[in-house]
Nanobody, 118 residues
Framework: QVQLVESGGGLVQAGGSLRLSCAAS????????MGWYRQAPGKQRELVAT???????TYADSVKGRFSISRDNTKKTVALQMNSLKPEDTAVYYC????????????WGQGTQVTVSS
C-alpha cells in the first residue's frame, strides 16, 4: 500500500507565500514523476507543477514565475514553494505520483486546502 501525506496548506493574504510538502511511503520503490494538482470549487482538477526523477519540471502557465517545485528522490518527497499568491490560487492541492510511464500506476494524496484572501 502506498500513502502520500501532504502538509503545509492554510490561509494566507494575497501576495504571501506558502510551502506545500508531500511524502510518499509504503510499497513504492521507484517514483517517476511527482507533482501537484489543484481543484477549485466548481472546476476540474488541473496540473500545477510536476518534476521527473531526472529533475525536469513542468508548470501551468498561471503559476510560472511564482511557484517552484522540488523533490528529494532519496526521501521520496516533493515540495511546492508558492510565492506571490493570488485569490485565484485558492483550491485544494493534491500531491501526485505518476508511475504510468514505468509500468506502474498513479497515486493521489488526500488534498490540502490553500486559501488566499484578497
Amino acid at each position: 500500500q502506498v500513502q502520500l501525506v501532504e502538509s503545509g496548506g492554510g490561509l494566507v493574504q494575497a501576495g504571501g507565500s506558502l510551502r506545500l510538502s508531500c511524502a510518499a511511503s509504503g510499497s513504492i520503490f521507484n517514483i517517476n514523476a511527482m507533482g501537484w494538482y489543484r481543484q477549485a470549487p466548481g472546476k476540474q482538477r488541473e496540473l500545477v507543477a510536476t518534476v521527473t526523477w531526472g529533475g525536469t519540471t513542468t508548470y501551468a502557465d498561471s503559476v510560472k514565475g511564482r511557484f517552484s517545485i522540488s523533490r528529494d528522490n532519496t526521501k521520496k518527497t516533493v515540495a511546492l514553494q508558492m510565492n506571490s499568491l493570488k485569490p485565484e490560487d485558492t483550491a485544494v492541492y493534491y500531491c501526485n505520483v505518476d508511475n504510468t510511464l514505468i509500468g506502474g500506476r498513479t497515486y493521489w494524496g488526500q488534498g490540502t486546502q490553500v486559501t488566499v484572501s484578497s
